[in-house]
């Protein structure tokens, strides 16, 4: 176990060398002048553009300026950006309470919405409680998170409003902190959003795996003993079956930690996937390359935990 | 060699008795027993799929579409780029309503006919989607067939190289580059199947790794065949069945990939049509709580195509994998997960599965 542990620590810290300097060449190849010019203002001068290139690092050659990156990786530090020369450290922390608010809140919801449907499609099987739920399924599965939040937006924001029933926010956030409830108003559409999309997904999921639990012969012998079906259903077969939904819960929580893009994108809220877009728009590198280390470490680090969790969870999975 | 596995021959004559009802007694008419590829019997399985077939109808409609684009719109009378100042838009510059003037499904905020320009953006919604796919298919199968026939060291390297490609956040590294290298339609074709080849190419290796061990690969090697000629010409078209459900299910999921990439301003760029960008359009601004059609006929124009892909995807699996139990690919990503689920979720399936267990032992 430790040494698994150990393994996949060395395995994140090889992934975060590689995904930063693919960032990094990505960004930097040929184009720091480009960088500093961006920087140094509208009009300006050579003197300018070289001052701004000193200013910010930029007049170090590729490999200085990405071990300068990694010593301050390595010091928790990930740097000033460059727009507004202000710490990346305090961006991402205001940032990052909106996207967990974002994406737990999210979370509860499609697992609220998907487990129940995939269970009542699973014990039901070929009947229509069976196709209402897969065709709730494909549905969502194959709207774009965009196409989904907008057209909430249009429906539940704009005609709502119009007809007088102001209950939804068009746009923005609201810590937790200042006030539960508008937190909570203000998350209601982007966590519909995100979660039905999800939801989707995790119908799908348990729906299969309770099938395939259904099919065991350990499921007829508890019917064959009597057990009501309603037992055996919950207590023998979905605690079985939901093995799959918890490590793939892990995973997307991983990934959508990482910026929920779209759906902060389409709802105005300030997390890291804006954070990121702006810092591609704008060209500032060291905030992009922050989040993808930010990211990265998610999605790597979540992916340990659902392994650690799959072998907790099901002995016959051996860590190697 | 057209075999899916190579105990596929017994399968055509088994099903052959069937009189194309597959799966139903029939009398066996000695004249009716007819040698058929598992092609073949795929395809009349799929021809009873009454979804798979419709979904397959409308993307043969929208290739149609696409391919004809200059000439619909000719015939519609409204170019995709063209502007109607005067009867495209009010006299308060709002746009024309679906059924106005002409305009089919109304106008956008420049005065453009919606239909044209969405008739215009299925090219792009499909060249992206399909030629994407198609990259991602021929270098996941390389890969993969290399990486699961050679094993030891190079498998170890390839293996763990596509392991980290699917750690990378795809968006954020699409997004970047196209921001470094400016939009164009090329790039993001690029950048799609650079992020999503590690699929195709996992799930293919470890489809070789135990496809190698089979008794054909053997009888091969013992007739001295070279190890390229097993790959490619032994190995290949076994994977071809789970090549066709997975770029099925890959191409809905790169369309919507290139719709995103547009949407968030950085995939194929205006004046040039594409769904992303006319939904795009149609948020800048709230515009769409002027014009829901601006909105909202984009919008399903990109859920049908993709609901097609997604629902003829599961026929074909379906159809070309009818012991297919359980997907062989962890479910890791949006795309695998999708298909995975839906994959998971097919009971027939299942219970064909667990019915020739001991066939499919050799697949897990």
Redesign the interface.
């Known amino acids: 176990m430790i040494g698994f542990i150990i393994r996949r620590l060395i395995y994140l810290v090889?992934?975060l060398v590689?995904?930063t300097l693919?960032?990094y060449v990505?960004?930097f190849a040929g184009?720091s002048d480009n960088l500093a010019a961006r920087f140094a203002g509208r009009d300006a001068d050579p003197q300018e553009i070289r001052d701004a290139a000193i200013r910010l690092g930029l007049n170090h050659g590729f490999w200085y300026q990405y071990w300068h990156y990694l010593d301050g990786l390595l010091h928790g530090s990930f740097g000033l950006d460059f727009q507004a020369a202000i710490p990346i450290n305090t961006e991402i922390a205001r940032a990052l309470p909106v996207t967990v608010s974002l994406v737990l809140g999210a979370a509860v919801l499609w697992l609220l919405i998907g487990i129940p449907i995939g269970i009542m499609?699973a014990t039901h099987?070929?009947t229509l409680r069976d196709r209402t739920g897969t065709i709730f399924a494909?549905?969502f599965?194959?709207?774009?998170?965009?196409?989904l939040g907008?057209?909430m937006l249009?429906v539940f924001y704009?005609y709502l409003t119009q007809a007088g029933f102001a209950w939804f926010p068009?746009a923005g956030f609201v810590p937790f902190t200042t006030s539960p409830a508008q937190w909570a108003d203000h998350l209601i559409l982007p966590w519909f959003t995100l979660a039905l999309v999800q939801a989707a997904?995790y119908t799908?999921?348990v729906?299969?795996?309770l099938?395939?639990v259904l099919?065991e012969d350990y499921i007829r012998t508890a019917r064959a003993k009597g057990l009501r079906r309603r037992t055996v259903i919950y207590k023998h077969g979905v605690r079985a079956a939901l093995t799959?939904i918890v490590t793939?819960l892990g995973?997307d929580v991983g990934?959508l930690l990482?910026?929920a893009?779209?759906t902060e994108?389409?709802f105005g809220l300030p997390g890291l996937g804006q954070l990121?877009?702006n810092g591609?728009?704008n060209?500032d590198l060291p905030v992009?390359a922050a989040?993808?280390v930010l990211?990265?470490t998610f999605?790597?680090v979540m992916?340990t935990v659902v392994d650690i969790l799959y072998a907790v969870l099901d002995p016959r999975v051996r860590l190697s | 060699m057209s075999l899916f596995r190579a105990d596929a021959g017994v399968e055509v004559i088994e099903e052959a008795n069937d009189h194309e009802i597959v799966g139903e007694e029939g009398t066996p008419d000695q004249a009716d027993i007819v040698g058929r590829t598992p092609w073949a019997l795929a395809w009349i399985r799929l021809r009873h799929d009454r979804v798979a077939m419709i979904s397959l109808g409308f993307i043969v409609f929208l290739v149609l579409v696409a391919i004809f684009a200059p000439l619909l719109t000719a015939l519609i009378g409204h170019g995709p780029n063209a502007q109607y100042p005067n009867t495209g838009l009010s006299l308060s510059g709002i746009p024309v309503a679906p059924g106005h003037n002409g305009f089919l499904l109304g106008t956008d905020d420049q005065g453009r006919d919606v239909l044209s320009r969405i008739i215009y953006g299925t090219r792009v919604s499909l060249v992206v989607g399909v030629g994407a796919t198609l990259v991602a298919l021929v270098i996941g199968m390389v890969v993969g067939l290399v990486a699961g026939y050679y094993g030891g060291w190079s498998d170890t390297i390839l293996a763990r190289f596509m392991d980290i490609l699917l750690s990378f956040p795809i968006l954020l590294f699409a997004l970047a580059i196209i921001a470094r290298f400016g939009p164009s339609l090329e790039l993001v074709v690029i950048v799609i199947a650079m992020f999503s080849w590690p699929y195709i190419g996992r799930l293919v290796r470890g489809q070789v790794i135990s496809l190698r061990e089979r008794e054909f690969v053997e009888a091969a090697r013992a007739l001295g065949s070279s190890d390229l000629r097993i790959m490619f010409v032994e190995i290949l078209p076994n994977l071809l069945a789970l090549a066709v459900i997975y770029a099925t299910l890959l191409i809905p999921v790169n369309i919507v990939l290139e719709a995103t990439l547009s949407f968030l301003g950085l995939g194929v760029q205006p004046p040039t049509a594409s769904w992303g960008n006319m939904i795009a359009e149609a948020q800048n601004g709230d515009l769409f709580t002027v014009a829901w059609w601006f909105l909202v006929f984009p919008c399903l124009a990109l859920v049908l195509t993709t609901l097609a892909f997604n629902l003829l995807g599961d026929g074909l699996r379906d159809a070309l994998d009818p012991r297919h139990g359980r997907s062989q690919m962890t479910p890791k990503s949006k795309a695998t997960r999708r298909a995975d689920a839906k994959g998971r979720a097919d009971a027939k399936a299942t219970a064909e599965a667990k019915a020739s267990a001991a066939m499919v032992e050799a697949e897990a």
């Not at chain 1, 599965?141 to 196409?147: E, H, I, K, R, Y």
């Open positions: 090889i992934v590689i995904i693919v960032a990505i960004f184009n499609s099987p070929r494909l549905t599965l194959s709207m774009p998170t965009f196409v907008l057209l249009l704009y068009a997904v799908r999921l729906r299969g795996s099938l395939d099919g799959p793939q995973i990934v990482a910026g893009f779209v994108r389409v990121a877009l591609i728009e060209g992009v989040v993808v990211a990265a999605i790597v992916n």
